[in-house]
């Protein structure tokens, strides 16, 4: 079936194109950009969309999702992690390896894609890990997982403290052109630390995270980056120091790319006040000084690109004591107002960060994808950026509901989801509602 | 002014007048201590359950005995005995003490923030009874009260308190009850033990103790637990003792009238030496015996509140 989505504001950064005009989706890919579309709404065989005073963009991209299949299939798999990736307006998601059995392997990474293909409705691209079963010591077969589909190498959860299997695996990946994925964290720096170290931890009385926990393993992986010359993408960056490492790195011509997640640019540590476990995550919400930083750090583009480091937990296992709880809550369907609050502080122009959620997360991962390109694969999304929405967990695709953001009010919603030119995602607007 | 919650989880939440209600009551329950038969009706046909996750004898007992003056009907629980070691939730086993009729929770706990848990999904009134590194209000509490019976006042004293401020759930208590209360706080200890944040709630922290002591109208010494010395916080007990045990020489730049305190159990010779642990002016077992007053008097007020419509 085609498609025509009618009079949208169609904003593709990936070619600077932002006019008001119409899409026409033909056999799954974007056909063209017709003007006169009178004859095309006769037509029975084309479903128009209106999208009059909607934004229609590139579909999102995820570089950091943690969809639980293999291994943790009660906190999410990959058909409801694909389902709440579409509600959320994303059409590609990157999925982490710490499943259980851990993607170390070739046949780990067909599954994770024979599953993707046949029940989820996104387009997934697995990252294998750097080291055998995260051991940090022996390189997993990643020559084998890029053929099988993994687009990149990460430790994520579980950093390679050992900064020789570091370099060695930043040197392997060149073979490839792969990128090395890295969640920075000195593992002895953080200890048994829950939250970040700070005012409120103190009070608390719960162990914290320094900053430079993050702080020195950013600042080995960028050393090594230069030593290798391979492309280092920085995960959920959160600190001040991250960021001024970053961009010093970027000045001299370092191959460093970073992200950072909604919820390091959204909330400081205050957040945890009560003992709330969907405030605990990895790394942790830091300070007003690192939150400002990393919104600084978007802004003049040492951040290239917002991820979610969607990280779904059941309720059992949030709901125990703020020590035992596990790290992580989930984002995929919060991002996207989440990010549209940069536009309104004045962070972000909408296109500029259209651009960190499609064009620039596709281009660290070098899938031809976060494009509106007449010819390429229709992966679209269509969001109201000004209709009010009260964040409701219950109402989340995802199996998990571990947010904090719950009942929040924001702007900005997800009426469609079109991928490979089928739409996976529709929200009906209600009668009364939206904005003029 | 009366008192108007159902949980008692930290001295932080408390106001001065709160504090100050809770102090003057436990005056009228020590009296209730002192009679020949020691027993009111307060909690008559009130189960107090004593949910105890770590060891502890005297905390516990005091409970117990506080919730016996008042006759109140008493369940002690504790992991030794429980299903949480068949891997029950905390959740889960509280629900079950509830459902057995309990309607005040005593709860002692590892880890920080556990009565918070509690109160946010029971109905059951938590006191908190020591939680991981957070807060040990009944003893907080107890330490304010036994000073102000001594000195008179809690406002302008200079209170210094030398140890494990990191790890210690009664320096927390103990920093937000003095403070509230108009004292100056100074905390001394090891700086790996001695978090520089806490600078900002106005606490004035010293690596020194002759420093800290300097002036000082109380000094309330904290326990060292004996594994911290195998984790890299600091070489050994004994250099330990050497820079922050207190002796007499330590002392003498202190008021004249100074109080030492110990919440208990103590490592003679670590934290303090005998000759000050055992001295005449010694308020380390008046400390025990307001214990249960003061704890009487939580029981007591969280009771009334919820009984008030």
Avoid at chain 1, 66 to 80: M, N, S
Avoid at chain 1, 382 to 400: A, L, T
Avoid at chain 2, 78 to 102: C, H, I, P, Y
Avoid at chain 2, 250 to 267: C, Y
Wanted: glycine content about 8%; some cysteine.
């Amino acid at each position: 079936m085609s498609i025509l989505i009618k009079g949208g504001r169609i904003i593709d950064p990936s070619r600077n194109f932002d006019k008001v005009g119409n899409i026409l989706i033909e056999k799954g890919t974007i056909k063209s950009y017709p003007e006169d579309i009178k004859k095309l709404e006769k037509d029975s065989a084309v479903k128009a969309i209106d999208a009059r005073g909607k934004i229609v963009a590139p579909g999102l991209v995820d570089l950091h999702v943690h969809l639980r299949e293999p291994g943790y299939e009660h906190k999410e798999t990959i058909r409801t992690g694909c389902e709440s990736a579409a509600a959320g307006g994303f059409t590609s998601i990157v999925c982490m390896p710490n499943t259980n059995p851990i993607n170390d392997n070739a046949s780990v990474t067909e599954y994770i894609m024979l599953k993707a293909r046949t029940e989820g409705v996104v387009n997934v691209y697995p990252l294998g890990a750097i080291t055998k079963g995260e051991n940090g010591e022996t390189l997993a077969q990643i020559g084998e997982m890029y053929e099988a589909g993994c687009v990149g190498v990460t430790d994520d959860g579980m950093p390679v403290m050992n900064s020789k299997v570091m370099r060695h695996a930043m040197e392997y990946v060149k073979a490839f052109d792969i990128p090395v994925i890295s969640h920075c964290e000195d593992l002895n720096l953080s200890g048994n630390g829950v939250m970040n170290e700070g005012d409120t931890s103190t009070l608390l009385g719960l162990s914290g995270i320094p900053s430079a926990s993050e702080d020195v393993m950013v600042s080995r992986d960028i050393t090594l980056a230069e030593l290798t010359g391979t492309h280092l993408h920085i995960c959920h960056v959160s600190t001040v120091g991250s960021v001024r490492l970053i961009r010093a790195a970027k000045t001299r011509g370092v191959r460093v790319t970073a992200e950072a997640a909604p919820h390091h640019f959204t909330l400081t540590d205050k957040a945890v006040a009560e003992y709330d476990t969907n405030a605990k995550m990895k790394p942790p919400l830091r300070s007003e000084t690192d939150r400002e930083a990393v919104r600084e750090g978007l802004r003049d583009g040492t951040i290239d690109v917002i991820a979610t480091d969607h990280a779904p937990h059941s309720e059992d296992e949030k709901m125990v004591e703020f020590d035992q709880a596990p790290f992580g809550i989930v984002g995929l369907e919060t991002a996207l107002p989440l990010s549209l609050k940069l536009v309104e502080d004045g962070v972000l122009t909408l296109n500029e960060m259209i651009a960190k959620l499609t064009h620039l997360p596709s281009a660290i991962i070098n899938v031809r994808k976060g494009t509106l390109n007449p010819g390429e694969q229709a992966d679209v999304v269509i969001f109201d950026p000004g209709q009010k929405v009260k964040i409701d967990r219950e109402r989340f695709r995802s199996k998990s509901k571990n947010t904090p953001f719950n009942g929040w009010d924001l702007k900005g919603v997800v009426l469609y989801t079109i991928v490979n030119g089928n739409i996976v995602y529709t929200k009906e607007p209600l009668k009364n509602s939206g904005s003029k | 002014m009366a008192f108007e919650r159902q949980h008692i989880l930290g001295l932080q939440e408390l106001t001065a007048e709160e504090i100050t209600l809770i102090l003057d009551t436990a005056e009228s329950m020590k009296e209730v201590s002192e009679r020949d038969v020691k027993k009111v009706p307060a909690l008559r046909g009130v189960t107090v359950c004593n949910l105890f996750f770590e060891p502890s004898t005297r905390t516990r007992s005091s409970f117990e005995i506080a919730e016996k003056r008042l006759s109140a009907d008493v369940l002690n629980f504790t992991t030794s005995q429980s299903s949480v070691v068949k891997g029950e939730s905390l959740l889960d086993t509280a629900r079950n003490l509830e459902a057995m009729g309990a309607s005040m929770i005593v709860i002692r706990h590892p880890m920080s923030g556990a009565p918070w848990l509690l109160a946010r999904k029971l109905d059951s009134s938590i006191i908190n009874a020591g939680d991981g590194s957070h807060e040990h209000p009944s003893q907080g509490l107890l330490d304010l009260f036994t000073i102000r019976q001594l000195k008179g006042k809690i406002e302008g004293l200079k209170v210094v308190i030398v140890g494990d401020i990191l790890h210690s759930r009664v320096a927390r208590s103990n920093i937000w009850g003095f403070l509230k209360l108009g004292a100056e706080v100074r905390v001394v200890g090891p700086p790996t033990l001695v978090p520089k944040y806490i600078e900002h709630i106005d606490v004035k922290s010293f690596y020194s103790l002759d420093k800290a002591v300097d002036g000082a109208d109380v000094v309330i010494m904290l326990r060292i637990q004996k594994e911290r010395q195998d984790s890299e916080f600091f070489p050994s007990l004994r250099e330990y003792s050497r820079f922050y045990g207190l002796n007499r020489e330590k002392l003498r730049n202190a008021a004249e009238d100074v109080t030492v305190m110990h919440p208990g159990p103590i490592n003679r010779g670590v934290e303090l030496t005998s000759d000050i642990a055992d001295a005449p002016g010694s308020v380390i077992l008046e400390q025990v015996s307001n214990g249960i007053a003061v704890r009487m008097a939580m029981f007591y007020l969280v009771a009334s509140a919820r009984s008030s419509p």
